[in-house]
């Protein structure tokens, strides 16, 4: 099942321009555990191992902890909700000071 700080492989499906496609990591973000096993979708936002600079994308360090291959950035303005189909394998997890990063600029993007 999958929980909040959990990375995973997601099948974002085909192309469209600016949007996050294919097989790529992704952050789940919600929702809380609270609304069961059954709830048939997941909050994500995706990584990309593209350093752009932005203030908006939260480094991510790879580890073993995290799954990855090498260092990639939550890209937090491409919040997206899918179904729980999509998610393709367990990669890892981050850590609290990561979550805790993502979800100030989140807030910060969201007005919340």
């Given at each position: ?53 932005l203030s908006l994308h939260i480094e991510v ?23 729980r189909g999509r998610l393709v394998h367990h ?22």
């Open positions: 099942m999958a929980s909040v700080d959990d990375l995973w492989l997601v099948d974002f499906g085909a192309r469209y321009p600016g949007e996050p496609a294919f097989r790529r990591p992704a952050l789940v973000i919600g929702p809380l555990e609270t609304f069961g096993p059954g709830f048939p979708f997941v909050v994500v936002t995706p990584l990309t191992t593209t350093h752009r600079g360090e790879a580890t073993a902890s995290t799954g990855l291959k090498e260092i990639s950035y939550v890209q937090c303005e491409l919040i997206r909700s899918i179904n990669l890892g997890v981050v850590d609290s000071e990561i979550s805790h990063r993502v979800a100030t600029v989140i807030r910060t993007l969201l007005g919340y």
